[in-house]
Structures are given as structure tokens and as C-alpha cells.
């Protein structure tokens, strides 16, 4: 267990490094291409031009980095906190801090992330703006002075024992032993934080005294990773040599080494041809004297050849080497899949693999991505199911269940948690990113992903095949079934009947009904819905951070310019009764790149809310009534418009 949650916690801390370098790729793709064209060597040299090279490596990559890192932790405030730390760190140097930048950004996101959680709720109205920025601007310059002292210099000293090894090992040359560490931590999405982290800033020095860098071909040399799907073009099984040609492509010439990823995981001692491709790739750049003069991003053989020193010994190398790799690779892969076990190879259940390890969508899970199957036969049920059963599930099922009953179909429409999907589940939806994990817990069940639980084509396209298999045997619409689960039930209610005695006076009351509300971030809206939550004597008040890790797991975003943040399973035990908040935001608060303009905070305890959330989900699917809501002037006006809807 210890071995699996060490594993677990290098994955989350590699995926989360890559998290500050991908959204900044392009900017290191301009710099590169800046580069590759103006500098004294480069295809149209331009002494004005070529300006621009070292501020965009000194400050605006560094910058990026630290904004974005800070972003991830607690949103623009975050973001725009990190950044001003990342400014002492690029001062107090003279090296490209992208190293100190991966430090100072999320530190200062999580610095000004505790300072607004211990003054939330103790700002007196009127002041909430010039608390903020004063905190902020307060806060970060302080960060940015410890990093000029203290963080910057450590950098560059660790950077210098860094250079000092480099040397050492091309000196012995030990350098192709590099690749033992570095393909591997490909996979754990380490490779951003190792390419741009730390290779980049000591390539950055190399290529100022002798023009050149091999160190920018360490891990961006798609020759193994090539290799690979080359072996399995020939020698693959199944659906992984279906798609291995296209992911061959979309590796070598897109640079996205991610693609063969899946493949890796799928026979382990695929590592040992990445490895040795690795490593005979270096020893021929060492050998030829290959090397560039910025990093390739992404890692493509088109990249490669735009920062490649103009002349034919460079290309001969660099080109040599990618070669070499591949054959190597090729080789000892072809050897493995031919020797290893005969079977069927799913790259589909390998890539999903990937995309758990990631802990988020896998930008290239889509290229795997396999058709649902067939239909089943005679459909009795169909299940919605989130991670707690609680809200977005509940809302899914109320809607399709109304469309359900409208279509003439006798078809229970029930939700449930995914950890209590019952073994003979037929038809199951969830939503996108959390499809996996139901998939995995029903494996023989037809599952359907959806990404907006309020107006998805996905149920009208459902009902229409429903329709045409003809089913017509009798089923219950309302369900009080019992899970297998003890103290569990699986939900399936009708608007109008009520499962418990909790009348909708105390679920939904208008003192917890807040109009004109503004919000900087998601983080924080939600934190008010968990307090008015608490407040009124729902939740306990450890409830409120189970809804910001409900929202982490999977957006709570409906659709319709809806959200409906609720706690995670494990927190139903802090849910003290049902009950509901509703945040009324003119202007909207960004969810994830979508804008929520109504938030309604949910806390369910044994299905006693599911009546009005069912009442709220229909309202909310037509969005001539999320107008009305939005511009209602009272809390009961908003309160008739669902309770009209309901009737």
C-alpha cells in the first residue's frame, strides 16, 4: 500500500508540473521559432529581431510558468500572486528561471490561497476590493523579496551542481545513462518539469558558449517513442496495431509524446526499449556532436529540424540520432511483442489507464476512444451516476426521466453513487471524466458520456434508439429500492411525490437566497454556498471543503449556465439534513471556462431533497426560465419560478 500511494503521489506531482508547462507550449513554440529565425545563425538573421529572444526567455516564459502555477492553485488570485513571486526569482538570477518558477508561482497561489480562507467571512461589506488587493499586492511583494534573497540564489546553486554533473557525465561519457531516468518519468508526467524544469536553463547556457545543446534532444527525441508504435504496426495485436500508424504519426510529426503512452503501460517491458532507444540515441548525438540551439516544444521531428544549427553536420547528427533511437527501440520492442504472450491488445482500457494516472482528461484519450457497442435488448433501467448520488446525477435523472415519461416508454430512470452501480446495470450515464471509473465498476454495462447534464443531445438520441428497439414491457417509474450497500439508496423519484417528511418550506428557505451576488473565482462561490449551507444548520462546517473537492474531482457545472456544488460521497456522513442554497450572479463566475450564473449549493441526506432538485433540474433545462431567475428581484420570486415549474 505504501509502494502504491508513494506511486500515486510522483504521478499527481508530475501530471501537476506538466500542468504549468502545457497551457505555455505555444510561448515556447514563438520563442523558438523567434529564435530559429533571427539569431546571427538562424534562417533570416535580424540584430532587431533577435531582441526579443532573451526577454522572452528571462521573463515572459518564467512569468507564464509562475502565473499559471499559481493559477492552479487558487485560481487568477493565485495566478497573478505567483507571478510576482516568480519576479524575484528572475531578478535574483542570471539564469531562465523556469526551475524557480515552478517553485514561486504555486507557493504564492497557496500563500494568498490560506490568507482568504482565514478572512473569509470577516470582511465587513464595502471593503471586500480593497482588502483583496492590498492582500495581494501585499502578500506578493513580500514572496518576491524572499525569492530574490533566498530562492533565486538556492536556485542557481542547485542549477550549478546540476551543470557540474552534466559536465561530468558527457566528460565520462556516462550521458546516455540519463535516459534510465527519463523515458520512465515520461510516463509519470515528469517530463515537462525534467525538459523545461532543469535541462532547459543549463541548455539555455550551453548554447550561448558554444552555439549548441544536446541537452535540449534528452527527452524531446521522439526515436523511441517511435520505435515503439513501430513495433506495434508489425507485430501488435487487437486494436493497438489498428491504431498505432495513426499515433505514429501524430507522435513523430506532432511532437506529442503522449500518444504512445498507452502502449508503454500495456506491456511494461516496453520500458526497456524506450530505455535502450534512449540511451543509444544519446550516445550518437554524443558521438556526432548533435545538439540545438533552443528546445524543441513539442518534441517533433518538424521541431527538431527548425532549431537545428544550420549546417550539415548538426542535421547529420541530430537526424542520426533520432534514427538510431528508432531502430534500437524498434528493434528490442518488435523482439518483446514477439515473445511475449498472444493476446489481444486493448489500447482503449491502457489509455484510460494513462488518463487515471493523469488524474484529468488525457488530451489524446479521444484518439482511442472506441464506439459504445450495441444497444441492450428489453432496457428495464437506466442509471445516472456521479461520485456521491447527491445532485448531478439527480438532476440528470430527473430530466431524462420526465423525457422518459413523455416518449410513452416504461423505463425506470434512477440515479446512484458510482461506487453503488449494481452489478446488472444496463444502461449507466455519467459524466465525461467520470466514465472510467463507472466503466470499471460495470465493465458489461452500455455506458454514455455526458458533459451537460441540463441539455445534452445525448438523451434525445438515447430515447430515439429506445424507441426503435421496441421495448414494451411494464417496469415501475418510482423505485424505493435498497442498495447492496447498507445505508445506501438509489434514488428514483417523480416530481410531486414526496419520500420523506421534510416539507420544501425547510429544504429551500428565501433568508438562503442570495441575489446580485459577485464572485472572483469558482473557489469562492462555492465556499459561500457550503457557508450559508452551514449556516443554516444542513451541513457540518467540514462539508464545505468536501464541495470544493467535489468540484476538484469533476466540475459541478450543469450546463445552462448552471452549477450545483455538493460534497463528496465520503462527506454525506457530515450532511446533518437536507437542504439547499441558491446563488443568484448577474454577471456569472467562470467554471471552468463555462459561466454559472445560478449556483444552487446542495446538501442531500437520504433522498429527502431529491423533489425539489428534481423541480430545480427541470426548471433549469429550458433557459427561458434561467432568465427569469436570473432577473428575479426577490428571493420568492426566484422560489415561484422553480415551484410553478414543479407543479
Known amino acids: 500500500m505504501a509502494h502504491f500511494n508513494i506511486k500515486v503521489a510522483v504521478q499527481k506531482f508530475g501530471n501537476f508540473l506538466s500542468s504549468m508547462v502545457m497551457p505555455n507550449i505555444s510561448a515556447f513554440i514563438a520563442w523558438g521559432l523567434i529564435t530559429a529565425l533571427f539569431i546571427p545563425s538562424g534562417f533570416l538573421p535580424n540584430e532587431s529581431l533577435a ?3 532573451t526577454p522572452m526567455v528571462t521573463f515572459l516564459l518564467p512569468l507564464l510558468i509562475g502565473y499559471t502555477g499559481g493559477k492552479l492553485v487558487h485560481d487568477h488570485r493565485g495566478g497573478v500572486v505567483g507571478a510576482i513571486a516568480t519576479m524575484g526569482v528572475i531578478v535574483g538570477s542570471d539564469i531562465p528561471m523556469f526551475l524557480g518558477a515552478m517553485i514561486m508561482g504555486p507557493f504564492g497561489g497557496y500563500v494568498i490561497k490560506k490568507f482568504d480562507q482565514l478572512i473569509e467571512g470577516k470582511i465587513k461589506a464595502g471593503f471586500e476590493m480593497l482588502v483583496n488587493n492590498f492582500s495581494a499586492g501585499i502578500l506578493g511583494g513580500l514572496l518576491s523579496i524572499l525569492s530574490f534573497l533566498a530562492i533565486g540564489p538556492a536556485v542557481n546553486v542547485f542549477t550549478g551542481w546540476l551543470v557540474a554533473g552534466v559536465d561530468w557525465l558527457v566528460g565520462t561519457g556516462l550521458l546516455p545513462l540519463t535516459s534510465i531516468l527519463i523515458e520512465p518519468a515520461k510516463v509519470l508526467f515528469l517530463n515537462n518539469a525534467i525538459n523545461h524544469g532543469v535541462l532547459s536553463p543549463i541548455g539555455v547556457e550551453q ?8 541537452l535540449f534532444l534528452l527527452e524531446s527525441n521522439p526515436g523511441p517513442g517511435i520505435g515503439v508504435l513501430l513495433a506495434y504496426c508489425f507485430f501488435g495485436k487487437g486494436t493497438a496495431k489498428k491504431s498505432a500508424p495513426g499515433a505514429a504519426i501524430i507522435h513523430f510529426f506532432g511532437g506529442i509524446h503522449e500518444i504512445y503512452f498507452p502502449y508503454i503501460l500495456m506491456k511494461p517491458m516496453l520500458f526497456l526499449a524506450v530505455i535502450l532507444g534512449g540511451m543509444s540515441g544519446v550516445f550518437t548525438l554524443v558521438l556526432l556532436g548533435g545538439g540545438l540551439f533552443a528546445p524543441a516544444s513539442p518534441g517533433s521531428i518538424l521541431a527538431i529540424t527548425a532549431v537545428t544549427p544550420h549546417n550539415a553536420g548538426a542535421y547529420i547528427a541530430n537526424f542520426a540520432g533520432v534514427i538510431v533511437a528508432a531502430l534500437v527501440s524498434f528493434i528490442v520492442g518488435a523482439f518483446i511483442l514477439k515473445t511475449g504472450k498472444k493476446s489481444d491488445e486493448n489500447i482503449e482500457d491502457a489509455a484510460k489507464k494513462m488518463q487515471e494516472m493523469k488524474g484529468k482528461k488525457s488530451s489524446v484519450a479521444d484518439v482511442f476512444a ?13 442509471i445516472f451516476a456521479c461520485d456521491a448520488g447527491m445532485g448531478s446525477s439527480a438532476m440528470g435523472a430527473s430530466l431524462l426521466r420526465k423525457k422518459v415519461k413523455e416518449a410513452g416508454l416504461n423505463i425506470a430512470v434512477t440515479n ?10 444496463q444502461i449507466v450515464i455519467t459524466q465525461e471524466e467520470l466514465t472510467p471509473r463507472a466503466q470499471n465498476k460495470v465493465p458489461n454495462a452500455y455506458h454514455i458520456s455526458v458533459d451537460n447534464f441540463l441539455s445534452s443531445p445525448e438523451y434525445d438520441s438515447l430515447l430515439a434508439r429506445l424507441q426503435d428497439d421496441g421495448t414494451d414491457e411494464f417496469h415501475e417509474i418510482v423505485e424505493d429500492a435498497e442498495e447492496k450497500v447498507p445505508g445506501v439508496r438509489e434514488h428514483s423519484i417523480e416530481p410531486g411525490i414526496v419520500e420523506d417528511e421534510q416539507e420544501d418550506n425547510e429544504l429551500l428557505r428565501e433568508e438562503y437566497v442570495f441575489l446580485n451576488q459577485h464572485f472572483a473565482n469558482k473557489e469562492e462561490a462555492i465556499r459561500f454556498a457550503g457557508r450559508a449551507l452551514f449556516n443554516a444548520g444542513y451541513v ?10 467535489r468540484d476538484e474531482l469533476t466540475s459541478t457545472y450543469m450546463g445552462n449556465d448552471v452549477a450545483i456544488p455538493h460534497g463528496t460521497e465520503e462527506a454525506k456522513k457530515d450532511v446533518l439534513k437536507s437542504g439547499f442554497t441558491v446563488l443568484q450572479i448577474p454577471d456569472g463566475v467562470d467554471f471552468d471556462g463555462q459561466k454559472a450564473r445560478l449556483i444552487f449549493g446542495i446538501a442531500g441526506k437520504d433522498g429527502t431533497h431529491l423533489e425539489i432538485l428534481s423541480g430545480i433540474a427541470v426548471t433549469c433545462s429550458e433557459m427561458e426560465n434561467i432568465e427569469k431567475m436570473v432577473k428575479a428581484t426577490s428571493a420568492r420570486e426566484l422560489m415561484n419560478i422553480i415551484n410553478v415549474e414543479n407543479k
Open 370 to 382: 472506441s464506439e459504445p457497442g450495441n444497444l441492450p435488448t428489453n432496457v428495464s433501467k437506466i
Open 207 to 214: 548554447v550561448k558558449q558554444t552555439g549548441a545543446s544536446i
Open 416 to 425: 446512484t453513487a458510482i461506487s453503488n452501480l449494481p452489478a446488472d446495470a
Open 540 to 549: 457540518k462546517e467540514s462539508y464545505i471543503e468536501a464541495m470544493i473537492a
Open 51 to 53: 531582441k526579443m529572444v
